[in-house]
């Protein structure tokens, strides 16, 4: 089974600036990674032309095992580096130091704007970071959905 990338050189590391990143059904029970032969959900190519071979090919795959494949593509430098979101959260004047991970190849201007504007922008999400990192938050007006957590310092940067 592991042939559904047979005769596209990639890698499971970057080393190309041509990124597919996939997700779904396919993964369900381990699918994809015995079919791949790897877990990672993330190759690299030194063209966009094997990139987009290997797209279709992972997409054929999902659909003659009756499972669904979403994928993502990246090129440039950008599908080397990993966006990450470094911030300080700050609640009732406790600093908080937090980091959020998007992986390889996502747009920094979509991180900028999830935590400024979008979902993580609002205290449900926020106090479950915080959560997530061992801190409880207590006391949030509004069922979590407010903006009582700030956010200072925030940047994104391509590591």
């Excluded at 990639?10 to 190309?16: A, K, L, V, Y």
């Excluded at 396919?26 to 877990?39: D, P």
């Excluded at 996502?106 to 993580?120: K, R, S």
Aim: glycine share 12%; proline share 2%.
């Amino acid at each position: 089974m592991k042939t559904i990338l047979k005769n596209l050189k990639h890698r499971t590391i970057p080393n190309g600036e041509y990124l597919l990143t996939f997700w779904g059904g396919i993964e369900n029970n381990g699918l994809a990674t015995r079919a791949l032969g790897t877990e990672s959900r993330n190759f690299w190519f030194e063209t966009r032309e094997e990139r987009d071979r290997a797209e279709a090919a992972l997409k054929d795959f999902g659909e003659s095992v009756g499972e669904f494949v979403a994928t993502s593509v990246s090129d440039g430098p950008g599908a080397i580096k990993q966006t990450v979101a470094k911030m300080d959260l700050v609640y009732k004047g406790k600093k908080y130091k937090f980091e959020y991970n998007f992986g390889y190849g996502h747009p920094i201007e979509a991180a900028e704007y999830i935590f400024q504007h979008g979902n993580y922008a609002c205290d449900c999400n926020r106090s479950m970071f915080l959560a997530g990192m061992g801190y409880t938050i207590t006391g949030l007006e509004g069922e979590g959905c407010g903006d009582e957590i700030e956010m200072e310092n925030f940047r994104v940067e391509l590591v």
